[in-house]
């Protein structure tokens, strides 16, 4: 079965003790991306990769830091998370990054809560 | 700023009407547009497109209306069903130059009442 799996689903974690967030997809997608969903603010990238060792920042880098060892791999990783990162966050994953086979596929979600 | 706007956060039909759900944008080189549905505690899963060539994609129930001129698009359901209750989100796919991401709109919840 296709899909992007993501863990942890929920987090609670507490200020500047650091994180990761795993995300793994089956369908050898050379695009991945991080966003985090946030009340009235809709879905936000975080950073993207189009394709292993390639990545780049989103709308909303700060404080976020991720790698693309492998295809199928795309970690979140907070460093010293802050309580406005408290948030909702998807991993997606996609053919390419443009146009035809933009459709993304998005894990389940991981709610982080930082206090 | 917002690329990409959804100003109704939420939209409440009767079940058997229509559905008409409203998207803006301000970047006319975006060269796709999509639907997402989010339900509770999942992922959104893709909808529905339209490229940026054409006015008009349907499927089943569902189409996808795009006006460039006034840089809208509009997702239309016919007829409109109580598990259709969702969040959707619209998204254009950015130019390569701006990295070909998504950016999507803040999302519209849904209601559809028997």
């Known amino acids: 079965e296709a899909q992007v799996t993501q863990n942890p689903r929920y987090l609670i974690t507490v200020t500047g003790k650091k994180l990761t967030v795993t995300c793994s997809q089956n369908?050898?997608?050379?695009?991945m991306s991080w966003y985090r969903q946030d009340p009235g603010l809709g879905l936000r990238q975080i950073y993207y990769?189009?394709?292993?060792?390639?990545?780049d920042k989103g709308d909303v880098p700060e404080g976020y830091k991720v790698s693309r060892k492998e295809k199928r791999n795309f970690p979140l990783i907070l460093e010293s998370p802050s309580p406005n990162q408290t948030s909702l966050y998807f991993c997606?994953?996609?053919?390419?990054?443009?146009?035809?086979?933009?459709?993304?596929?998005f894990g389940q979600g991981t709610r982080l809560t930082v206090v | 700023d917002q690329q990409v706007k959804q100003n109704s956060p939420s939209l409440s039909v009767q079940e058997g009407r229509i559905s008409i759900l409203n998207c803006d944008y301000t970047n006319s080189m975006f060269d796709y547009f999509l639907w997402y549905k989010k339900y509770p505690a999942e992922g959104p899963t893709f909808l529905i497109s339209i490229s940026s060539i054409k006015d008009k994609n349907e499927d089943g129930r569902f189409t996808v209306f795009l006006n460039k001129s006034a840089k809208h698009l509009s997702l239309h359901i016919v007829p409109s069903q109580p598990g259709d209750s969702a969040v959707y989100f619209c998204a254009a796919s950015a130019p390569y130059n701006q990295g070909g991401k998504l950016i999507f709109g803040q999302g519209t919840e849904l209601s559809v009442k028997p």
């Open positions: 990769s189009m394709n292993v060792e390639v990545t």
């Open positions: 369908m050898n997608h050379e695009y």
């Open positions: 997606a994953s996609s053919l390419r990054g443009q146009g035809i086979g933009t459709e993304a596929f």
